[in-house]
């Protein structure tokens, strides 16, 4: 029997797969059982299985260590002639590459790559998305180009600090956009507390961070608030931000040419080393500093803001709050607002107030 197993997210996944003559692992166990209870197969002939990488967390644990037996059981009674994979455990894997009656094929997603004409473009829209932090756009050019030589897999890492609200999961954000333009791989770090993470980071077959690797859309990773995980944590990261590979007890990744994005709220680096340790801090890329915002900086925040809020309003409310002169008022008390959160938050309370009155 024939097995292709691919490696990648679900979307890419489902263009890999045939269009028709095809039934899911999950309609397929459901009749076996069904059959097995002295009842009658009812279901319609197929070739092709196809087993998506969700549907591992509905099998019992002796299906998984029992995977080729009861596919090719499954077969007998139903005549499907080949079987498509997605994002297999380990354990699944191993079985495959050692049974001699099945014919492998292996596809994996293919990533795009930074490309000089790619990085030429994060250059020259990075001052209109993150505002104030004109050094940063080079050190981080600087620090990512080898990557467009294709020479190295090894992945670049690097942290981002300074204060909150100030640019840093923007400039990830815009990486993302330019290189791949589909969802970003962000995880909040600051969640890293409690028993259920820890079952996260060192391996579930339901909820971890491989799989979830194993099924990202981007090769642009940001870590976010870096600096609040436990330090239990840390030694997770090891092997992925040297090596460029994840691996726990269901799932090993490889993150060849990927861009991950630390960001902390950190002061220093001396604060760095002292939080992070010297072991973790040197397999950082770079690490660099995000400064505070300048109130030129926070007027074209607060510009690009109040264009964006303005569009969600209808056309006769957007004509009236025109007419009150509110972009004004506000970039005459700039220095009042810390940060690019705090201009959002207030942007939309002062844009609805005249509304209300009306009301």
Known sequence: ?????????????????????????????????????????????????????????????????????????????LNFEEVYVQN?????TEQLRNHK??????????????TVNRLGQIK????SIVFGQEHVKYEILQSLYPLTNGKSNKP???????????????????????????????????????????????GDKVFSFAKDLTERETNVLLLDEFDKAHPLFYSAFYEMFDEGVFEDKFYKVKLD?????????????????ERLGTALYSRFDNVIPYKELSNPAKIRILEKAYEEELMKFKKDERSYLESQGILDKMEKVINQFENARDIQKNLIKVLSYPLVEKL
């Open 1 to 77: 029997m024939k097995f292709k197993i691919y490696n990648g997210p679900l979307e890419a996944f489902n263009k890999y797969i045939p269009i028709k003559n095809k039934n899911s692992l999950t309609s397929v166990v459901y009749t076996m059982d069904f059959y097995l209870k002295g009842n009658d197969i009812k279901l319609s002939p197929f070739k092709s299985l196809i087993i998506y990488s969700d549907e591992y967390s509905a099998v019992q644990e002796h299906f998984i260590e029992g995977f080729v037996n009861y596919i090719f059981l499954y077969a007998e009674f």
């Open 88 to 92: 297999p455990p380990k354990k699944i």
């Open 101 to 114: 009656d099945i014919v492998l094929e292996f596809k994996e997603y293919s990533y795009k790559r930074l």
């Open 124 to 127: 020259e829209k990075f001052d």
């Open 156 to 202: 670049k890492v690097i942290m981002l600090y300074g204060p909150p609200g100030v640019g840093k999961t923007e400039t990830a954000k815009l990486f993302n956009q330019i290189l791949n333009g589909k969802k970003l791989f962000r995880k909040q770090l600051s969640m890293f507390h409690n028993d259920n993470i820890y079952s996260y980071i060192f």
């Open 257 to 273: 040419d990927a861009i991950i994005f630390c960001t902390s709220n950190y002061q220093s680096e001396k604060e760095i080393k």
